[in-house]
């Protein structure tokens, strides 16, 4: 297998198994003065991060608006069926709210990593990420 596959990817796939270890608990494991909300957002936040460090190729996880995209439909869609997960755990559910928070929350990593693409100096354009 492909070891920058494995570099790239593997935080990835890491990260939404931590999610899904989370999602598989009676209740989320919070700090009182943080909501679910909240956990939801910050949670996926970091999804959307690893999710642009792996489309860019490495860090700085510079994007273009097209591996925005890419990056938000990974992300919102894993979430859908994390919140799907959810129906079949005991004490949880499967909540629209959290959807969102969940997509708010990656989308502000993604948008981050597009917007300092867009005016980091010496900013790497994509073919000189060696793809075309």
Excluded at 11 to 27: K, R
Excluded at 30 to 50: C, E, K, W
Excluded at 84 to 106: C, E, I, K, M
């Amino acid at each position: 297998m492909n070891v920058r596959l494995i570099r790239l990817w593997g935080p990835v796939i890491v990260y939404m198994a931590v999610i899904f270890y989370v999602s598989s608990l009676h209740e989320a494991p919070l700090p009182p003065q943080i909501s679910d909300t909240q956990g939801h957002s910050v949670g996926y936040m970091g999804l959307g991060f690893v999710v642009a460090r792996a489309l860019a190729g490495g860090v700085p996880p510079r994007i273009t608006l097209r591996e925005l995209l890419i990056g938000l439909a990974i992300a919102i869609g894993y979430g859908a069926s994390d919140e799907f997960h959810q129906r079949f755990v005991s004490g949880r559910t499967a909540d629209l709210s959290d959807l969102y928070a969940d997509a708010a929350g990656s989308a502000i990593a993604l948008i981050g990593c597009w917007t300092w693409g867009i005016i980091s100096p010496g900013s790497r354009q994509p073919a000189a990420r060696g793809r075309q």
